[in-house]
């Protein structure tokens, strides 16, 4: 399986605090059946290099090959609506043209049609990370339709299908599988102790929803269409 969303990347966002931190998490993504993680830490301010989030990359690349775990840890973001746009080229997912993007959690911003349509128009395929966890969402899916007719993808969290963050959420998530919405199902995860690196129990309850075949799809096929660059389809 391929996780394209965690926060294992140590010392930069509220994830991993270190790199001791992100071997625990990688270790327990290995024993899940993880074998690619994208390394997704928030992008929220202009101060966040590029320069900065390889260094970390490669020392945590070097401790997994010196540690023997064998998961590949890939470099992105999870960028802020917020953040100025001519850095988005900066952060996408491995540097190909798909971008992972936070919206506030609590409101979807009036100009978020706006905005995802000028980064289609730039060439991006945007991602929206987690929209069952937005609060204006859960009380209007419609307005995440609306933008899902403009060819922006969905990936929605493993938590929220196993119960972590409420039961509208994982409502949410089971309606948004039901109507075909999602493309990835990530882990989101920010340490080995809670919000933890695995996917398979919820790709086990998606599969009881959209097909066990169609569940790994998921984890699996859109996520290495996404690597090699292709379009995927919903
Ligand atoms: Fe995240």
Redesign the pocket.
């Known amino acids: 399986m391929i996780d394209i969303?965690c926060?294992i990347l140590p010392g930069v966002d509220d994830g991993a605090a270190d790199l001791s931190e992100s071997v625990k998490m990688a270790k327990i993504a290995h024993a899940d059946g993880i074998s690619k993680i994208i390394a997704?830490p928030?992008i929220n301010e202009p101060s966040i290099t590029r320069q900065s989030l390889i260094i970390r990359h490669e020392m945590l690349t070097q401790r997994l090959e010196e540690k023997m775990i064998p998961v590949d840890i890939l470099l992105g973001g999870?960028v802020s609506f917020y953040l100025d746009s001519s850095q988005f080229n900066l952060h996408t997912l491995n540097g190909t043209k798909y971008i992972l993007i936070?919206f506030p959690a609590g409101h979807l911003l009036q100009r978020a049609g706006e905005i995802l349509f000028h980064l289609i128009l730039k060439g991006f395929y945007p991602i929206i990370?987690?929209p069952e966890r937005n609060a204006a969402i859960l009380k209007n899916p419609d307005m995440l339709f609306n933008l899902l007719n403009m060819q922006v993808l969905v990936q929605i969290t493993a938590g929220s299908l196993t119960g972590m963050f409420g039961q509208d959420s994982k409502a949410c998530a089971r309606f948004l599988l039901r109507k075909g919405a999602v493309s990835f199902i990530a882990s989101?995860a920010h340490s080995a102790r809670y919000r933890r690196p695995v996917l398979s129990e919820a790709v086990h309850k998606a599969g009881k929803i959209i097909g066990k075949e169609n569940a790994l799809k998921l984890v699996t096929t859109n996520p290495e269409a996404m690597l090699a660059g292709e379009k995927i389809r919903r």
Request: aromatic content about 0%; glycine content about 0%; charged content about 35%.
């Open positions: 969303h926060h997704t928030h999870e936070e990370a987690h989101d």
